[in-house]
């Protein structure tokens, strides 16, 4: 593939633009795009998708009965839109069902904890475990470390710092004077760099320790992956293999902390009965509107099914799901013969590293040399707000004059930048980037998604903000309804790289990575 610089004309372009909101009344009405917007105003689905994937089927874990479940899903609801669909299955995962799970104080008092055992956490059966608390402790080196370990036999050992406030930065901010948050975050700067420490002087990692602790003989490990918003944590994956590995939230942590600091002794009981399945197959979910007059070239509706399971993955990426869900059927509905074919991908295991669209890239090349653009949603529940031409030279003169076909309302503050640099990573997209795909993320507003949302406990229904996510169903459909439409076939030529200050010579575009088509057992 050719690689050139960029022309001089389009240097201008390199800036963010803000799209004029007087594109929207100069542009020449469309029958399409009007049905496209009445549909999703007077018929949207996106409540009714949100509550049968979110509340009735939950989380979706890779490996799960409920990604199963989901993908059995969507593939009948494609069908009761008149869309063709299927799981196409790519490779197998280490399969694990969540199962109940309680964590109570029962010394010095009697409290219910909340907590939940981490992904592919290993279980107890019906069998309920009660045993103290210790602290993994500030020793010399990891000699010491070793002569300590017998010492966890038969507990349940804590290996995350006590967060000293539980409140937000923005809470400070708001209300702390100056001085009292400058001392706050001196103290907690200071006690987090001694934690590390302590935790390094084990001679041990974040994934080796727990497993040093259950070979020990502890009953549990117990941490708490505090994500610096009120009652919000992240809940990631077990490293343990024997015994289970429980998030506490904050404040509960915090005060067993303390109690066991103090020298009171607490116990706690743990209830945790998740199930190992074995092998179970990873699948993309595909549907299919065949085009009518150039159906070998793809138009590709984007978004990751998979997700953790602290929440029910409602914005991370449910409503990127569903956007691109509502999308296809209101294509199917107002648009049923587009002139290319337009796919919607339903990607498995993009959390443990963009599997589901690795593995498509490398099952599907005649596809993938055929895409006219992909769109992928993946940052929340927001308004899109930032369209990058992923380093591709001449994106900005067809993703510009799609846009421009946009009514002005579903573009609201919506900027681009161009050529943009090509995505490493981070979403699907990034996977056909970088098999030279014209592939484009639809990035959205924040909504505090870092803190409250992003791979947490808290990432359930009620975080939907639905309006935005109707406009970017709208936006999203229009997009790929001039992709169909346009006369040309779009422009893969690469823009030069930025110089890399490491090498001295421009920046490499990304290289495709294998999929990992065999995951979680290691």
């Known amino acids: 593939m050719k690689i050139t610089t960029l022309p001089i004309g389009f240097a201008a372009c390199l800036l963010s633009a803000t799209l004029c909101s007087a594109q929207g009344t100069m542009q020449t009405k ?3 795009i009007e049905q496209i917007v009445k549909e999703e105003t007077d018929n949207s689905q996106l409540e009714t998708l949100a509550h049968q994937l979110f509340d009735g089927i939950g989380p979706r874990l890779v490996g799960t009965p409920q990604m199963q479940k ?18 196409e299955k790519w490779g197998d995962w280490r399969g694990w069902e969540r199962g109940v799970s309680h964590i109570d104080l029962v010394y010095p008092r009697e409290k219910s904890l909340e907590g939940m055992q981490l992904a592919w956490s290993p279980g107890m059966g019906k069998k309920t475990v009660t045993a103290e608390l210790v602290i993994i402790p500030d020793l010399a080196d990891s000699n010491a470390f070793k002569a300590w370990l017998p010492n966890v036999k038969g507990k349940f050992v804590m290996i995350s710092m006590c967060q000293p406030t539980g409140r937000p930065d923005y809470n400070w901010t708001e209300f702390a004077t100056k001085e009292s948050f400058e001392k706050m975050k001196k103290e907690r700067t200071a006690q987090t760099e001694a934690w590390r420490d302590r935790l390094r002087k084990t001679g041990l990692t974040n994934k080796t320790l727990p497993v040093a602790l259950e070979n020990a003989g502890a009953v549990g490990v117990v941490i708490n992956n505090w994500s610096n918003g009120f009652g919000v944590d992240k809940i990631f994956g077990a490293y343990t293999k024997k015994v289970p590995t429980i998030d506490i939230g904050l404040e509960d942590y915090g005060m067993l902390y303390r109690l066991t600091e103090s020298g009171d002794k607490p116990k706690i009981s743990v209830h945790c009965e998740s199930k190992e399945l074995g092998p179970m197959p990873t699948f993309n979910v595909v549907g299919e509107i065949k085009g009518t007059e150039k159906p070998d070239e793809y138009v590709i509706l984007s978004a990751h099914f998979d997700s953790w399971d602290g929440g029910t993955g409602a914005t991370d990426n449910g409503t990127g799901t569903i956007t691109m869900m509502e999308a296809i059927r209101i294509l199917k509905k107002v648009y049923p013969n587009p002139k290319r074919t337009i796919l919607i991908c339903d990607w498995g295991s993009e959390e443990e590293g963009l599997n589901g669209s690795r593995a498509f890239v490398e099952d599907h090349p005649e596809i993938v040399k055929n895409v006219q653009a992909l769109f992928n949603q993946d940052n929340g529940t927001g308004r899109i707000e930032n369209i990058s031409g992923q380093g591709y030279l001449n994106s900005y003169e067809y993703i510009t004059r799609w846009l421009s076909k946009v009514p002005s309302e579903y573009k609201t503050d919506l900027k681009t930048s161009f050529p943009g640099a090509p995505g490493r990573g981070g979403s699907d997209f990034a996977s056909f980037v970088a098999a030279g795909a014209p592939a484009f993320s639809l990035s959205s507003l924040n909504w505090s998604y870092g803190i409250y949302t992003w791979h947490t406990n808290r990432d359930t229904y009620d975080k939907i903000v639905f309006d935005d996510v109707r406009n970017n169903a709208i936006l999203t459909a229009i997009l790929a309804y001039e992709a169909c ?8 030529e690469k823009s030069i790289l930025p110089i890399d200050p490491k090498t001295g010579e421009p920046a490499k575009w990304p290289e495709p990575v294998k999929a990992n088509r065999h995951g979680g057992f290691d």
């Open 30 to 32: 469309d029958p399409i």
């Open 70 to 87: 989901a993908g059995d899903w969507a593939v009948a609801k494609y069908a009761s839109w008149g869309i063709s669909a299927k799981q």
């Open 485 to 492: 439409e346009d006369p040309a076939k779009t422009s893969n």
